[in-house]
């Protein structure tokens, strides 16, 4: 089993950049393919981005392609998220899963570990 503790969220303008963190613990952290997702208020848990094993392989969601880049230190047991070019509606609570197996599709039931998220805020 691993753990995850996202770091990284704050408040920032529209255009601005930020990157989150999820630091894991546990299991061997390469054996585990990482994703973020994001919930708005009132929303349903979106998929963000998800990258492989290695790090080789990087799927993202179309609402952030371009803007976001997932990332992965297998040697410090960390995943990032690169969030540049931020939006006001990119506003959410950012949790960071992990799956010990993905065909991937950017479903939610793919990943059976997950963070407690952390709050990205972006103002206009």
């Known amino acids: 089993q691993v753990q995850l503790v996202e770091s990284g969220g704050g408040l920032v303008q529209a255009g601005g950049s930020l990157r989150l963190s999820c630091a894991a613990s546990?299991?061997?952290?390469?054996?585990?393919?990482m994703s973020w997702f994001r919930q708005a208020p009132g929303k349903e848990r979106e998929f963000v981005a998800a990258?492989?094993?290695?790090?080789?392989?990087?799927f993202y969601g179309d609402s952030v392609k371009g803007r976001f880049t997932i990332s992965r230190d297998n040697a410090n047991n960390t995943a990032y998220l690169q969030m540049n070019s931020l939006k006001v509606e990119d506003t959410a609570v950012y949790y960071c899963?992990?799956?010990?197996?993905?065909?991937?599709?950017?479903?939610?039931?793919?990943?059976?570990?997950w963070g407690q998220g952390t709050q990205v805020t972006v103002s206009s």
């Open positions: 546990g299991r061997t952290f390469s054996m585990y393919v």
């Open positions: 899963a992990a799956a010990e197996s993905y065909s991937g599709s950017q479903k939610k039931s793919e990943f059976a570990y």
């Open positions: 990258i492989s094993y290695s790090g080789a392989t990087r």
